[in-house]
């Protein structure tokens, strides 16, 4: 028994040298324990620390974390990105609530720490940021464009905060190419049926029971469409982009805001 | 070259004995002139008469129409049908604008004729029509439902008329099954995303260049989802249906209005 | 705690008067588990009993069921229909393995217990059920039908069971309008792109990771569409089926084969 | 009225100056006669000859033609462009038939005129190519990756070429990052119903009365879809991918084959 513990603890390090290694914050969150167990099933990554919001940050020191994903609350998150930044620990953050001025403070700090990096991204999924990015691509070659969002009907707000993103990427791109509102001769619409504008772009929301997350958008133009559309059936399809993030911000100093810059979808 | 002709003749007299002698009014509209020529082509009719605004409805009597097509005007419509089952003729009529009185009347006109058959359809897709009922009959066994119509960007009113009429359906077969509205958790919607509310059920309205007159009807529950969509690409698509109407106008006397009760989708 | 355990006692008895009493075979099952469950939650509806492969029959018998849901496996399925027929109870059966010979010694055995009723269902999914049966009344009307299903990419064998059963609808309710097949003009197809040919209609089988069982019904006519989707997303789907079939069988005698005579769609 | 004639003609000659002059040629042909309608209605462009297969192409250069459109037919396509070059008039030609020996004597007549654009494009759809292109960009982010073409009836070939062209581009990104084919666990398909296996990727193919040209691109990954579908509903969809193309070939010296590298989608 000792034998083989002892070659398994070999086995264990010999492994670490080429493995990143990862800790996860808010590690019993419905998020973080899905990353958490992202971490263990993906190649080439490690988990050493399951931290939640009782432990201290000094574990992340001690079990010498390369990179820490945040999936915590908005009021710890920066707190916990200047610790890792500090010490040199790369950051993925999926924590909604950084505005500017904390964006702004990252940056700041990251500019005194040059070899860090961190990734903040409101939407890991993959699918998502494409369709996002491909409704944007695509926007000022057509004539129209609407987005469709559907989604379960408990949701509290609409529309919901990917196609209001849809929309100002959409509506930028076209003012950008010069191109114009899309046509609309609607002159009755006493019940309010054409939905909310949104940067000169409609936008829809239905609330459907059996529904998770999905959103289309819409381009026409004389005798043709193109539809894009993305679907969430389930959260585990954000851990993806998640792991993905992990690879990819040790490679990337700096802030970065959004998945997309990791996509590589240039030409 | 004479006797050749009256062999033809001889023919086409012989035909007409089982073929079913149909005039078209409104004959140089665009609905009526595609009537004209599907029942050019559909086996078993005979067009007999053509006839606009300025011809006299004499020429239906001298030509013996069996059945008259009436894609007219609103302010003429009734008249015609009038003039039609005064003499017998059987009537499929396109025409919009007829209210509850103008049906009525029409009712009391056939009771005293009791051999003919008047049809009156709001839509003559058949397609359409069985999405609607489809739509209707799926509705009790669903927790949600919500309607997406789309159209072209001249449109000036929003919801569609086809819309509004499913969603009536739709609403009036969940109230009798004792189904209430569906769920809708939304506290937040400042610029009106989640559409109109027609009859206790959502219905939005897209403009899209490139469209014709599309509708889906969501269904929802846990678990699962039922979508019903009509595409119409051309207006051609009505006239299945009006030779439809035709054929079964002939068996069914006094008034029917919607193209449904020929469907005979009972089980 | 005696006296509470009889308060409560009390009041099972009192609301078990108005409450169908319902038993569970296959309960360890992960179908028999979801239907224990839908069976608590549901009003008016009482769980009496749960039984698995080691559990008597006559645990049925002794807790007084008067319908029994059978989840189990179709090695033992008929034996237990027969015993719950042959003690009066109602049968809700979703266990497959029923052949025409098993079905008719169960026809035999009802004829001669005249008041029980025994529901045997292929699909307990209300919305799979309704969109096979739109499709079949739909086809008659259009030229062209094809189905497309697709499932997640574990499924061993295409096409799906319900693809090839919602065919078969299909063929046989064209056929019996005398509509011929679905107008087809290719004449170079090396790989195989069109798909199985199955009673006449063109089926085709996507297999997708993240997908569970989705099927889509196209018909087509000239300038038209008509398309009836189905999304299953969850087994959690067919519960409401389940359900039904548990209040409609005590009032349905003899024996039922599929929900569809429960959906009561006739006009 | 001479007066005003002769400014009309001033007018139309100052307007000439910054407008460029374009030419048809297979002018009277359904693709040709669309592209001359479309030169006429865009702005910048001025329509200044529109030759047939009996006219000499003389006429291009008496015209004064900048660029000239070319649909004509396989047979003379490569004579007609090599006459515009030599005189230094630039080609978006949309004539199929062009093979790599074809391709390579262009580029060498086109190096010896090197102010000269020749733009070659089997495809004019804006949309069609942009959903290849966002096909092939996210084939590597997903798990699996089907295709389902729909087409008119009358269509001879299957799968379709754009089908073909879309799995070629799909299964060549997903080698190039690593990724394995779909998987697919089928063992079972007696008739064929998973479709044609094009460069690894699934291919299905619909034909339906009613449609004209539409595919879509189904992309899976666990919890999540992403689709691109393009829909065609006439050919005077190609229309702006060709005006796009005379505005662009200009500025676009040498020989493009396909329209992608005009639409600057990169980041």
Redesign the interface.
Known sequence: MTERTATETTTAAATSASELRVAVLGARGRMGSEAAQAVRRADGLQLVAELDHEDSLEVLVAADAQVVIDFTVPSVTEHNVRFAVEHGIHCVVGTTGWDHEALDRTRALLARHPGVGVLIAPNF????V??MR?SA??AR????V?I?E?HH???????SGT?ARTAALVGEARRAAGVGP?????????????????DDV???????????AHQET????????????????????F??GVVLGVRQVVSHPGLTHGLDDY?D???
């Open positions: 999924s993959i699918g998502a494409l369709a491909f691509q695509a070659f057509f004539e129209s609407e469709v559907l009907p408990d949701k509290v707000d609409a529309p196609a899309s046509p609309d001769a609607t002159e009755q619409d006493p019940d309010g049926a054409r939905g909310a504008l949104v409609r936008v829809h929301s239905v609330r459907l029971r059996g529904l998770v819409l381009l026409g133009s004389l005798g043709e469409q193109l539809t894009i559309r993305h679907d969430s059936f389930d959260r585990v399809s851990m993806s996509l979808l240039g030409l």
